[in-house]
Structure formats: C-alpha cells, structure tokens
C-alpha cells in the first residue's frame, strides 16, 4: 500500500472523557464493544457520545452472535455506520446488514493457516476484515498473532491487523505487505486501564511517518496529553 494512508481504528472505547480525546485525534474507526463478558463492554453508555463524534470518524458497534434484529436496534440507538461482528455470524447475516446500509467489518481469530479457511466463506460478503488473535476472550488479549500467515491465504477484501498491536510495532507494520493491508486496529496496548486509552501513546502512534508518507495526520487537532 505504498503512497497510501494507513487507516487507524481505536476499539474498546467506554469512557465519555476518554471518547472526545480520542474523537479529537480523528482515528478513521473508532469500536465500541457490546459484549458483557469483555471488561471494555459499554452497554449503557449514553448514545449522545456515538453520535456526536466528527463526521469523518466510522463509529463501529463491535458485537458477537448478534441477531439481525438486535444488530440494527443497537445501530438505530447509537447511529453507528458500521458493524464489526466477532461470533459466527453466517455470511448470510452480513450480506443482509449491508443490503440495510452498514459497513460490516468481519473478525477471523487467526490461531494457524487452517484458521484462514474461514475468509473464503466470507469473500464478497463483508467489506472488511480484521484479523485477530485467537483467543477465548474474543479480543482485547494483547497477544499478536503471525502475520505471516495471512501471505499463505488468497485474500481478495481489504483488512485491518489487529491483535496486540503496540506503540512498539512501528517498523514491522513498515515491513507488513500485503495488497489488500490498509490498516490497524489498536486496543489494549494503547491503555491505562480496561477501556481508557492513553492519548499521549495514541497521538506519538498515529503522528509517526510511514516511509514518505504513509500516514499522515487528519487536521491539526491537538489533544493534552
């Protein structure tokens, strides 16, 4: 993706406060997580703070096994564009959440190569995939997975890597090429505590220059760290 923009999603977002500084920074995604079981679940955060955020960010309802019908109450709610979906949501339910005008992203957990198997299913049903570490948590684990593996599989849709992506990562997405790559998903290594970020880290990640210009800042917003 050389000359391109890397794009940068910031998931696991709860915290009003925490929310409008990162918003201020002006990530292309930002993930908010309705899954009890996730110690950054925001069930019961107030709508307002979805959608009130500028225009240019892509608010994502991160989910797992919802249903349809759940899916676009949660969206109608909180005025969210897209859906990233973590369960085993069938390709059937993606295609019929596009037909209903979201953008639906699609997490496969990568554990070895038999776990890319699944992006077949998926090919032309999803506008995006984010591959993630397998784990039981269903994301948020820290942990990186070989991202060597995804040059073994014949992927056809744009993808963000995920998975225990730190500030330390800098070089090796530098060194990640794939032509379908276009981005990043950050979480847990960007955090001081379940569901608040460190902006300072944030900001230092999303300022730094990719070869000529890889990634370049949105606007001229400054954010305290």
Not at 105 to 115: F, M, T, V, W, Y
Not at 117 to 124: A, I, M, Q
Not at 130 to 157: C, H, M, R, Y
Request: hydrophobic share 40%; charged share 25%; net charge negative.
């Amino acid at each position: 993706m050389t000359g391109e923009r890397l794009k940068i999603k910031v998931c696991g977002m709860r915290d009003p406060y925490n929310i409008s500084a990162v918003a201020a920074m002006h990530p292309d995604y930002m993930g908010f997580i309705f899954y009890p079981p996730s110690p950054r679940n925001c069930s019961g955060l107030n709508p307002d703070f979805v959608k009130l955020l500028p225009a240019d960010i892509i608010s994502v309802a991160v989910t797992v096994d919802m249903s349809e019908d759940e899916s676009i109450s949660l969206v109608e709610e909180y005025g969210f564009k897209a859906v990233q979906l973590h369960g085993n949501e069938s390709p059937e339910l993606c295609g019929r959440l596009i037909d209903r005008g979201l953008t639906v992203l699609k997490a496969i957990s990568i554990k070895d190569i038999e776990s890319l198997r699944r992006v077949n299913d998926y090919e032309g049903a999803v506008n995006l995939f984010v591959f993630d570490t397998a784990t039981p948590s269903k994301g948020g684990s820290g942990l990186k997975f070989n991202w060597d593996l995804l040059q073994k599989a014949e992927i056809n849709t744009d993808f963000l890597l995920s998975g225990g992506i730190g500030p330390e990562d800098k070089n090796k997405i530098l060194g990640f090429d794939h032509p379908h790559f276009i981005g990043v998903d950050i979480n847990s290594r960007f955090e001081v505590a379940p569901g608040i970020k460190d902006v300072g880290l944030i900001k230092r990640f999303m300022n730094f220059e990719l070869n000529s210009n890889l990634y370049e800042i949105q606007g001229d917003n400054e954010v305290v760290d």
